[in-house]
C-alpha cells in the first residue's frame, strides 16, 4: 500500500542489524516517495522504536527527537570495549566474582537524576561536520566532552552470572540525548569491573510506544501511517485557531494572541486540521514551522 500524498509518522519496531538509514530506505519504497526521515537514530544492533515521517511529517521531526525516551537494556560487567557496546574490540576484563547483586542495585541508582555523561566516541554527534563515529574509523582519536542529560528511572530487572561475566538487565526512562551505552561504561566503571552493552531495546519515544510499533514485513501487507494531524495532537500543546487566524497562519504571521508558553505549540484549524508550530515571543505568537 502506498502513502504517496499522505503525510505522518511510521512507528517502525526496527529489527537488529539494519541502520536506521537502511529503514528509510525500505519505508521509501513502501510509501512511494522519497520524503522520508526518522527520528532519533538507533545503531544496528539495537531494536525498537523508530518514528520515520513521511511527506510533510518529516518537517516534524527535529522537534520531536527533544523528548522522553525508554529502552530496555542488557549490561555485561566484567569487560570493557572500545565501542563500549558487543560490536567493538575488549580492551580490559576483571573478576566479578566479589559483586553481588545489592552492590549492582546500589551503583546502579547512582545514574538516576541530572548527569554529566561523556558520549561513546562511536556515536553519531558531529565533530567540526563529521560524525565521531567516522572520525574513529579513519583512525582519529575522539574525545567527546560531557553534556547534561536526565535519567528518571533506572531499574534493575535481573542480575544473573554469564560465562564469567555479570549480566544485568535494566529499564531506562531518560531524556532524548541519553546514551544507554555511556550508562553501561558508567556502571562498569563505577564498580571497577568494566561493562559495555550486549542488548538494546527501544521501547517508547515520547508518547509512541512498541505497542503500535509494527514490523517492516507487517508494514509490506499494510502500512499504517499515524496522521501528521494526530502526531501533533499527541506531541504539542495545542491551539484552536478563529478562521482570521487561520488565514494568517496559512501565510506565516505572527499573531497577536497567546498560544502558550515559550515553546512549540501545534495550531489548528476550525476543521481540526494541523496548520503550523508557533511558539510565544513575547505578546506575539511566531512561526516556527507552516505546514499548510
Known amino acids: 500500500m502506498s502513502a504517496e500524498g499522505q503525510a505522518g509518522l511510521v512507528v517502525v519496531d526496527k529489527p537488529a542489524g539494519m541502520t536506521s538509514h537502511d529503514v528509510v530506505a525500505r519505508i521509501r519504497r513502501l510509501a512511494g516517495?522519497?520524503?522520508?526521515?526518522?527520528?532519533?537514530?538507533?545503531?544496528?544492533?539495537?531494536?525498537?522504536?523508530?518514528?520515520?515521517?513521511?511527506?510533510?511529517?518529516t518537517r516534524l521531526l527535529g522537534h520531536l527527537t527533544l523528548t522522553e525516551k525508554a529502552y530496555d537494556a542488557t549490561v555485561r560487567l566484567g569487560a570493557s570495549t572500545s565501542t563500549d557496546d558487543a560490536e567493538g574490540e575488549t580492551l580490559t576484563t576483571a573478576s566479578v566474582e566479589h559483586l553481588t547483586e545489592d552492590d549492582v542495585r546500589s551503583a546502579a541508582g547512582r545514574f538516576v537524576g541530572a548527569l554529566e555523561q561523556k558520549p561513546s566516541a562511536v556515536s553519531?554527534?558531529?565533530?567540526?561536520?563529521?560524525?565521531?563515529?567516522?572520525?574513529v574509523?579513519?583512525?582519529?582519536?575522539?574525545?567527546?566532552?560531557?553534556?547534561?542529560?536526565?535519567?528518571?528511572?533506572?531499574?534493575?530487572?535481573?542480575?544473573?552470572?554469564?560465562?564469567?561475566?555479570?549480566?544485568?538487565?535494566?529499564?531506562?526512562?531518560?531524556?532524548?540525548?541519553?546514551?544507554?551505552?555511556?550508562?553501561?561504561?558508567?556502571?562498569?566503571?563505577?564498580?571497577?569491573?568494566?561493562?559495555?552493552?550486549?542488548?538494546?531495546?527501544?521501547?517508547?519515544?515520547?508518547?509512541f510506544t512498541l505497542a503500535e510499533a509494527h514490523g517492516l514485513d507487517a508494514l509490506a501487507e499494510r502500512f499504517d501511517l499515524v496522521d501528521v494531524s494526530?502526531?501533533?495532537?499527541?506531541?504539542?500543546?495545542?491551539?484552536?485557531?478563529?478562521?482570521?487566524?487561520?488565514?494568517d497562519v496559512g501565510y506565516g504571521r505572527k499573531l497577536s494572541t497567546v498560544v502558550g508558553e515559550p515553546a512549540p505549540v501545534a495550531v489548528f484549524d476550525g476543521s481540526g486540521r494541523f496548520?503550523?508550530?508557533?511558539?510565544?515571543?513575547?505578546?506575539?505568537?511566531?512561526?516556527?514551522?507552516?505546514?499548510?
Open 230 to 247: 494526530d502526531v501533533a495532537r499527541r506531541c504539542f500543546a495545542t491551539y484552536d485557531l478563529s478562521e482570521d487566524e487561520a488565514r
Open 137 to 207: 574509523r579513519d583512525g582519529e582519536d575522539v574525545d567527546l566532552p560531557a553534556r547534561p542529560v536526565t535519567v528518571h528511572e533506572l531499574l534493575v530487572t535481573d542480575v544473573r552470572p554469564a560465562d564469567g561475566f555479570l549480566d544485568v538487565d535494566v529499564s531506562v526512562r531518560c531524556s532524548s540525548g541519553t546514551y544507554i551505552r555511556a550508562i553501561a561504561r558508567d556502571l562498569g566503571a563505577e564498580l571497577g569491573t568494566g561493562g559495555h552493552l550486549t542488548a538494546l531495546r527501544r521501547t517508547a519515544v515520547g508518547p
Open 275 to 292: 496548520l503550523a508550530l508557533y511558539e510565544q515571543r513575547g505578546e506575539v505568537a511566531a512561526p516556527v514551522a507552516v505546514f499548510s
Open 33 to 57: 516517495t522519497r520524503k522520508v526521515g526518522h527520528a532519533g537514530t538507533l545503531d544496528p544492533m539495537a531494536t525498537g522504536v523508530l518514528l520515520v515521517g513521511v511527506n510533510r511529517a
Open 124 to 135: 553519531a554527534i558531529k565533530v567540526d561536520g563529521k560524525r565521531a563515529y567516522a572520525r
